[in-house]
């Protein structure tokens, strides 16, 4: 069982550097076809510094510390399944970005009677300026008896 008492626990920060050569090879990935997305000087015509990050890359490319709830709740990563994830962009990411983050444990909660542990977490990205430009949220299921 995933102790109650961890929620508003907040992880050590990280910074994370929005390379261009990672969002280029992720746009190609995807599909993207879009000019802000994949025409440096598209976006910068459009008024932005640089090709701007497909909405999905902070949900998939995971930030540099991804796991590191695992440990402290005490979770066997093979039992882990993953439930939601939400991205709200508060402002524009652009490749050669450099973000700030932090996560930290907003919810858990207990259905079917303890056999389903749900555990909300939630990065806030921050750009230099200390400015909120993304909120992710990311909700996993432990099932009973699947813990550490």
Same mark, same amino acid.
């Given at each position: 069982?995933?102790? %109650?008492?961890?929620?508003?626990?907040?992880?050590? %920060?990280f910074t994370w550097a929005i390379e261009p050569g990672r969002v280029s090879l992720f746009a190609k990935a995807i599909g993207e076809?879009?000019?802000?997305?994949?025409?440096?000087?598209?976006?910068?015509?459009?008024?932005?510094?640089?090709?701007?990050?497909?909405?999905?890359?902070?949900? $998939?490319?995971?930030?540099?510390?991804?796991?590191?709830?695992?440990?402290?709740?005490?979770?066997?990563?093979?039992?882990?399944?993953?439930?939601?994830?939400?991205?709200?962009?508060?402002?524009? $990411?652009?490749?050669?970005?450099?973000?700030?983050?932090?996560?930290? $444990?907003?919810?858990?909660?207990?259905?079917?009677?303890?056999?389903?542990?749900?555990?909300?977490?939630?990065?806030?990205?921050?750009?230099?300026?200390?400015?909120?430009?993304?909120?992710?949220?990311?909700?996993?299921?432990?099932?009973?008896?699947?813990?550490?």
């Amino acid at each position: 069982m995933v102790d %109650p008492t961890l929620v508003g626990h907040a992880f050590a %920060p990280f910074t994370w550097a929005i390379e261009p050569g990672r969002v280029s090879l992720f746009a190609k990935a995807i599909g993207e076809r879009g000019a802000l997305f994949t025409d440096a000087e598209t976006a910068k015509a459009a008024g932005y510094r640089d090709v701007l990050v497909p909405p999905t890359l902070l949900g $998939i490319a995971a930030e540099p510390c991804p796991d590191d709830y695992i440990a402290l709740i005490g979770v066997d990563p093979g039992a882990i399944l993953h439930a939601e994830q939400a991205l709200e962009y508060h402002a524009p $990411i652009c490749a050669g970005d450099q973000l700030y983050g932090q996560k930290r $444990i907003t919810e858990i909660l207990q259905k079917k009677n303890g056999a389903l542990t749900f555990v909300q977490l939630e990065v806030e990205y921050r750009n230099p300026d200390g400015v909120l430009v993304c909120t992710s949220r990311q909700t996993i299921v432990v099932r009973r008896g699947e813990t550490a």
